[in-house]
């Protein structure tokens, strides 16, 4: 399980590196990860979304491990994709993996405070 709170910001760099350096031609366009599980908002041009989640789920695991020295599994279960098609349903999916640390009360308060303030003045479309 990944640490919360100040020890979690110290797993964002090698997620996002894997994410956006990976091998399979994704386009990332949000994420969110959390303790036990992670959100993608990704396009995948090359319709390659298994084997790049296998990657990802792997190789952040093994990094994570080393890291940590520690064996076995981190994230919860078999990734979930949805397929999104219309504008509408795209910009719901950004607001729900952006927000979701902060509706899970992953961060301490004044953080949340901060967040909620930044989101509530962005110019959403």
Known sequence: MI????????????????VYKGKHNWLCHAYCLMNNHYHLVIETPDGNLSKGMRQLNGVYT??????????????QGRYKAILVSKE????????YVVLNPVR?????????RME??????????
């Open 3 to 18: 640490p919360v709170g100040r020890k979690a910001e110290s797993e964002f760099l090698p997620f996002t590196l894997i």
């Open 62 to 75: 093994q990094s994570y491990n080393k890291r940590h020295n520690r064996v076995g599994h981190i994230f």
């Open 88 to 95: 509408s349903h795209l910009l719901e999916t950004y607001r």
């Open 104 to 112: 899970a009360k992953a961060t301490d308060r004044s953080s949340r």
């Open 116 to 125: 909620m303030e930044q989101l509530s003045e962005h110019n959403w479309p």
